[in-house]
């Protein structure tokens, strides 16, 4: 019997969910979801909290980690080497960023690339020129301390393994010297740098670099050439550049007589640009204006920084026409500049001479020789430069007894050119005749020099001489103004007075005898000898020096002498009144004999000039009266004014051969004193 088996239950079908469960708006409520808004329409208010910093990301924002950057330079470098330049001027982005700039780097990013260009220094070679002038031109001086130290270490690393950089270096470091900008000194993310720590940070970094390449100086030397300031350069330029300079020989010494003279060779530059402006002045506007110009110069002086301000305008009337007044304002400046200048030389050399030992102060007075010899004494209508010179060497006897010695071996020097001997006789006498502190002694061994040498000159000259010219005989003219000119300011050192010492020295034995021939006696007045003898026998010489030299010097000469019962020329001034220059002038003899082969021609200078004045001896003594009104202090004492002869210029002390701004500042004090007592009356 079968059995049925059970028929078996189909197995149930699985409910198959879906993996991803459908998005629904439906959520879950909680608890604090029970209390609603009371109005269901409105929507609830969004807050901000205030005191959230909002900041803009820029580039540099994202500091890079030092180990990327130093490897994102050694690729650079790399890479550029090879011919692709494309990290190599990002690299050159990084430092080329200008100031203030929306995409200039921090100072912590430059930190990171300047330290990783510090240890790929030696890749640097000349093809990265173009990057490394980018990172001298880059803003350094206004950052951070430790920046600047790192970028002096690159500088000094980067002038070590490649040599090629260091005058571009030199040349940048020198660049900030001149008038830095304020702005140089205020980084963004960095304390504010005043401008005197600006320039004490280019000196240091310079000190080292010569610390650590001493052959450095002599490109030094010339950079410092090249970078001077130019002639129509602001006065704070020159006056920063030349203290900067100053400044650099504490630590360079080397570079002293170098500097020095650089210095003083722009400063002559622009003396006599002055000089030259005046002239130009006077025959352009008239003497007028040119003698206001002292005047003028005084009220610009009394506050050198406000130099360009629009107060100059005040000074100068309104009748003169606006080039004229220009012209005037450019003169003033340059005076203001040459007496800054000179303030901070004769600072500088007053700290050097007096406190030095023996041998620094002779060193730097053989610097100030230097100077005279190869820049002042060659350059003609120097006017204010040569005053180092006047002070400095009137601090002992032996120094005035150098400088004369060295002016007297210029004027009698036959083989010097004859310009360079008539202006060593023109220093030599002006310094003689004008220096406080120059003995007697002094001026009776130059007056007897000089009697000497002309002595020579005209037993050399007058056996051939047809007459006065300036031409052939200009160094005998030179000498017998020389003497015309220390005659006139120290005739009181000729004479013989009680504490001459030199009759108590005679012996007994020759004194009567030999009294007659030492003293001279003229209207009261005991001359040493060969003071007369001297000036009557080259005044009355067939050369007739009278009618060459300068007749404001002869005028004053014949007034004294006469006066003094020296010599008596009044006549022969008479005579030369007759005598044309002209005649002698245009001998072919005197052409030959001084080498000019040019025939004699009528110049519109000289059709200008009246009664033959071309012909004559220039007037011109390089120590007349001293007037930039700041550095003026240090001459004050030094300096020998006009004195009047007694019972000649007692109702007119002071008339005689002064110098024209001798007389300028006496009428500048006679119109103050008259606008005082019209104020007072008032």
Request: proline share 5%; charged share 25%.
């Amino acid at each position: 019997m079968s059995t049925l088996s059970p028929v078996a239950k189909p197995a149930p079908t699985p409910i198959i969910k879906p993996l991803l469960r459908r998005p629904t708006l439906i959520r879950k409520r909680n608890d604090t979801e029970d209390e609603r808004p009371s109005s269901p329409g409105k929507r609830p208010k969004v807050s901000f909290d205030s005191h959230v910093e909002v900041r803009m990301l820029g580039d540099w924002d994202n500091e890079k980690a030092p180990q990327l950057i130093q490897e994102e330079v050694r690729r650079a470098l790399e890479q550029h080497a090879l011919g692709d330049n494309s990290g190599y001027n990002q690299l050159k982005d990084v430092y080329a960023a200008k100031s203030k700039a929306e995409d200039e780097p921090s100072t912590t990013t430059l930190r990171n690339y300047t330290q990783a260009l510090l240890g790929n220094v030696s890749s640097l070679n000349r093809s990265c020129s173009g990057l490394v002038q980018v990172i001298l031109e880059s803003q350094w001086l206004g950052r951070q301390n430790d920046y600047f130290t790192l970028y002096v270490r690159f500088l000094a690393n980067l002038v070590s393994a490649q040599g090629v950089f260091l005058v571009d270096v030199l040349r940048m470091l020198v660049g900030n010297f001149a008038a830095a900008p304020p702005s140089s000194g205020r980084m963004p993310d960095s304390p504010v740098v005043p401008r005197s720590q600006i320039y004490l940070r280019v000196h240091r970094a310079l000190q080292y670099l010569l610390q650590l390449i001493p052959s450095a100086s002599s490109i030094l030397s010339s950079v410092l050439t090249n970078a001077f300031p130019h002639q129509t350069d602001s006065k704070r330029a020159h006056a920063t550049y030349v203290q900067n300079i100053l400044r650099i020989l504490t630590y360079a010494p080397e570079l002293q007589a170098e500097a020095l003279a650089l210095i003083t060779e722009r400063l002559v530059k622009i003396d006599v640009q002055v000089q030259v402006d005046l002239e130009d002045l006077a025959e352009d506007v008239g003497d007028g204006l040119v003698q206001r110009i002292p005047r003028i110069r005084n009220e610009f002086a009394e506050d050198v920084d406000n130099s360009e301000s629009s107060d100059d305008e005040s000074v100068f009337s309104d009748d003169t026409g606006s080039e004229e007044t220009q012209r005037t304002r450019d003169i003033t400046r340059n005076v203001e500049k040459m007496d800054t200048i000179l303030d901070l030389l004769f600072a500088y050399y007053s700290q050097l001479i007096p406190v030095a030992s023996t041998d620094s102060r002779f060193g730097a007075l053989d610097i100030l020789l230097s100077q005279f010899v190869n820049i002042i004494l060659p350059t003609h209508r120097s006017r204010h430069t040569q005053f180092l010179l006047f002070h400095f060497s009137q601090l002992s006897p032996t120094f005035i007894d150098t400088f004369v010695g060295t002016c007297v071996q210029f004027a009698f020097d036959k083989v010097q050119p004859a310009i360079m001997r008539q202006a060593a006789a023109a220093y030599l006498a002006s310094f003689v005749a004008r220096g406080a502190h120059v003995p007697s002694n002094i001026v009776r061994d130059v007056f007897a020099f000089i009697g000497a040498e002309l002595e020579r000159l005209r037993s050399a000259h007058e056996p051939t001489c047809r007459g006065p010219d300036l031409r052939r005989y200009s160094t005998f003219y030179s000498l017998v103004q020389a003497l015309l000119y220390i005659f006139c300011f120290r005739w009181r050192d000729l004479q013989h007075s009680p504490e001459d010492s030199s009759v108590d020295s005679q012996s007994e034995d020759d004194e009567d005898q030999d009294l007659p021939a030492i003293y001279a006696i003229g209207k009261g007045h005991c001359w040493r000898s060969g003071v007369k003898d001297t000036l009557s026998t080259n005044i009355f010489c067939k050369l007739n020096p009278l009618k060459i030299c300068s007749p404001a010097i002869v005028t004053e000469f014949a007034r004294i002498a006469n006066h003094l019962g020296v010599v008596y020329v009044f006549h022969l001034l008479e005579t030369n009144k007759r005598v044309r220059l002209s005649q002698f002038a245009g001998s072919s003899t005197s052409r030959s004999s001084l080498g000019y082969s040019q025939p004699e021609r009528e110049t519109a200078l000289s059709a200008r000039r009246d009664n033959e004045s071309y012909l004559l001896l220039d007037g011109f003594f390089p120590f007349d009266p001293y007037h930039l009104p700041i550095s003026k202090r240090w001459i004050s004492d030094d300096y020998r004014e006009w004195r009047g002869v007694p019972g000649l210029d007692d109702q007119d002390e002071g008339r005689g051969i002064r110098g024209e701004d001798e007389e300028d500042d006496e009428e500048s004090e006679a119109e103050e004193d008259t606008e005082t007592d019209d104020t007072k009356e008032s």
